[in-house]
């Protein structure tokens, strides 16, 4: 597997580990998130595998041009105006969380236009890089703040103050049926192969994932997805959790380096995490944006030779990113994020992988050799 299609996989599971998505898991453990969890792996391995295999049919394409040489326009262009929604949404929404947390924890004294303004600046000089520029600015961003990650979780799980049995309690709760919400978060976490849609068009020798490949990336997804739910009851216990927005937060704060620059480990790791939520967003809105970009071509918005198209989507983007950050509350932002994972992922993958397979079925009868 490619270090690159890896990347891709590892910058989503960890974004997630800070924002709603321990809130959610952690909010349905009476009604069966352990097995959601459990099952969420297979199924998510599952479709990591199918969507790679699909994409290594169409080797350095990307989802608008396989589906403007194998499938209908009618079909095409609501499947990539769906999915270009779906892109900016989740990139959406990462921005308001982080916003949040940097107003709360970082800079309360701070304007919240400043710091929506400053993210929306960093990322829109991302996501106008070349998809081949990101993927490398994704390595150079992974190589330097993972091993911290690293660093604080097994320093969290070595810390005298974990209670184990808050975490065996935890475990004991596998006999639930799976809950929904918890399932769907858990999925999303572990789908960030999805991003092929734009970003297959820099893997020109895409291969289907070898075993060895699938059983890292699962022993990786199984670490990352348990230590999201289990680490933060692991130091509060599920009664002082209910009430926590943002569970690895407090998690992170109970951690201290006795003999470090500084003890307070939490700023380290929002640090760090500010690093990836940037990736983050600029490879959703780049998704996004290319998407709109094959659909949409404004021959009217020009400025001497040069097309205005993306220059204005980018416009609508700050646009409604500042809305929503100035306007929506917390509970708001909870909802909209438990809207996302319930409905729009299924339906999102419902499309992808559809679609994949209706122009792998119309190219393999337009093209024999695709067949073997």
């Not at 949040?100 to 303004?117: A, G, H, K, W």
């Not at 000089?125 to 604080?152: A, D, H, K, Q």
């Not at 670490?223 to 209910?242: A, C, E, M, R």
């Not at 020009?302 to 929506?328: D, G």
């Amino acid at each position: 597997m490619s270090r690159f299609l890896f990347y891709l996989i590892l910058v989503n599971m960890l974004t997630n580990m800070v924002s709603l998505t321990p809130r959610i898991l952690i909010a349905g453990n009476n009604s069966g998130t352990v097995l959601a969890l459990v099952l969420a792996l297979p199924v998510g391995m599952i479709l990591t595998y199918m969507i790679i295999s699909l994409f290594s049919r169409f080797p350095g394409q990307d989802l608008p041009e396989i589906l403007k040489l194998h499938v209908p326009k009618w079909i095409a262009t609501p499947v990539l105006l769906f999915l270009a929604l779906c892109w900016y949404l989740a990139g959406l929404s990462t921005l308001v969380i982080y916003t949040f947390i940097i107003f709360r924890f970082l800079t309360p004294e701070m304007s919240i236009y400043t710091i929506v303004l400053t993210f929306v600046f960093v990322v829109t000089y991302g996501i106008l890089m070349t998809t081949r520029n990101i993927l490398y600015m994704s390595e150079i961003v992974i190589l330097i703040v993972v091993p911290f990650i690293v660093f604080i979780q097994i320093k969290g799980y070595l810390s005298p103050s974990l209670k184990w049995d808050y975490v065996r309690i935890a475990v004991m709760h596998i006999n639930h049926l799976p809950d929904y919400a918890a399932f769907s978060t858990s999925l999303y976490i572990v789908i960030g192969v999805a991003n092929l849609i734009i970003f297959n068009r820099y893997f020109t020798k895409l291969k289907k994932p070898s075993r060895k490949g699938m059983v890292l990336l699962t022993v990786v997804c199984t670490f990352i997805l348990f230590t999201t739910y289990f680490l933060p009851i692991g130091f509060g216990g599920f009664d002082s959790l209910n009430n926590v927005l943002y569970p690895w937060i407090m998690t992170s704060d109970s951690i201290r380096m006795k003999f470090g620059v500084i003890e307070r480990i939490v700023f380290i790791f929002i640090g760090a995490y500010l690093a990836l939520s940037v990736i983050s967003m600029t490879i959703h809105w780049h998704v996004s944006i290319q998407l709109l970009s094959s659909i949409f071509h404004f021959k009217r918005l020009k400025w001497k030779s040069y097309n205005l198209t993306i220059p204005f989507f980018i416009v609508c983007f700050w646009i409604v990113a500042m809305f929503s950050a100035t306007r929506m509350t917390v509970d708001n932002l909870y909802k909209s994020v438990e809207i996302f994972d319930k409905y729009f992922l299924p339906i999102l993958l419902f499309l992808l992988i559809g679609s994949l397979l209706l122009a792998k079925k119309r190219g393999a009868s337009n093209c024999p050799e695709l067949k073997k």
